[in-house]
């Protein structure tokens, strides 16, 4: 037995590949993912609107609570209640405040102003529910104390507001912040993760391991098309995937479409390119089947956590957060929640469509090199 725990000792330690991944990963993991681990949003981008919304600005200066959680990014009195749900749905802000509710400043903040929020930001719109509820409160006493301390006889002012949150805020796109309008969009993306990062990725390693890769190098096959041929299958079968848990998603949980489908079946396609050309890159360095599903983990695991599907982006620091911007996941979420929840349309998410793309181009570049390499080498060690 001794023997046998030495053997195992000595393979693993020429076996550099996993014993990173038995010793640096779990320590890697547990500092990202301990960063990442946040529901809280710190700050609040707003955009205020209105005839009066210079002088609400100011009045807002005055308060700490605005200082410390709001981040007013525009002012802009040319603008009115209609344009509030479009600067939303273009994601300009978190929250816009629309003020034209009068000048006069005796009256109750919230019969001054009205706040809209994009309800398919889940966290960022329940921590600025928060915010405007504190800022309308602490409103609310100072006109209490201020009655109080000039000896008036009613003990809250005339105009005083309630806590109600309906009769401050506004949430848009999903009303009543349900959890599953904004994960079911998130889900379809990474069940199209686990297709094409982990089922493809045993494909050339299967090659391999059968003996049959040295047959596709001597075959008159350029190896973009046995990429093609090799994903094909796993393509189509994604694409079936989706449309099934879109249509469940859909169904089930009531969540909404109301954008346009070709927009959404053009980002799914180039998505599964990204991630499929992925799952081939990973085959194409892996000696075996464990291998590529260690690989295929480690590409998925960090997708699910630093994309924005279950932490804010927003909440992350920008140590962990800039890793998230590199991931597809985190781009193909914000177009499918932009079209299923606010029915956005290509001229507010050919950001996001782009880095797709540039992604699929340079995964497919990559992942075509590395699979030349690896049929000139016969299957050799890469």
Do not use: C
């Not at 990173?20 to 320590?27: D, E, F, N």
């Not at 299958?233 to 994604?238: D, E, G, N």
């Amino acid at each position: 037995m001794r023997a046998l725990i030495v053997k195992e000792f000595r393979e693993l330690a020429r076996d550099h590949r996993t014993l990173a991944m038995l010793v640096v990963l779990p320590v890697l993991l547990l500092v990202i993912f301990g960063y990442a681990a946040n529901f809280s949003v710190d700050r609040v981008s707003v955009i205020v609107v209105g005839s009066e919304a210079e002088s609400l600005v100011t009045e807002l200066d005055g308060s700490d609570i605005a200082k410390d959680d709001l981040d007013i990014i525009r002012v802009d009195a040319a603008l009115d209640t209609a344009d509030a749900e479009s600067l939303l749905r273009d994601q300009e802000a978190d929250a816009v405040i629309v003020a034209d509710g009068g000048s006069d400043t005796d009256a109750a903040l919230s019969s001054r102003m009205r706040v809209y929020l994009d309800g398919s930001d889940l966290f960022t719109a329940q921590s600025a529910q928060g915010v405007f509820l504190r800022l309308v409160a602490e409103d609310a006493s100072a006109r209490m104390a201020a009655a109080q301390a000039s000896g008036a006889t009613a003990s809250v002012p005339a105009g005083t507001p309630s806590l109600d949150t309906d009769e401050v805020v506004t949430v848009l796109f999903n009303p009543d912040l349900k959890t599953s309008w904004v994960m079911v969009p998130g889900l379809i993306g990474m069940i199209l993760l686990f297709i094409g990062g982990l089922i493809t990725s045993i494909g050339v390693v299967r090659e391999r391991e059968t003996g049959t890769l040295e047959q596709l190098a001597v075959m008159p096959l350029r190896p973009s098309a046995i990429i093609v041929g090799k994903i094909a299958p796993y393509f189509l079968l994604a694409l079936v995937d989706m449309a099934a848990v879109t249509a469940l998603g859909v169904w089930l949980f009531d969540v909404p479409f109301v954008g346009s489908l070709w927009l959404f079946s053009l980002a799914a396609v180039v998505f599964l390119f990204v991630v499929l050309g992925i799952g081939v890159m990973i085959s194409t360095v892996s000696q075996n089947t464990g291998q590529a599903i260690q690989m295929a983990i480690l590409f998925v695991v960090p997708q699910i956590l630093l994309s924005g599907l279950i932490f804010p982006l927003d909440s992350m620091p920008m140590g962990v957060r800039w890793i998230g911007y590199i991931l597809p996941l985190t781009w193909f979420r914000e177009v499918v929640q932009g079209v299923m929840l606010r029915g956005a349309g290509l001229d507010s998410l050919w950001l996001p469509l782009t880095i797709l793309a540039v992604m699929a181009v340079v995964v497919f570049g990559v992942a075509t090199a590395r699979m030349r390499f690896s049929l000139t080498h016969g299957g050799a060690r890469s």
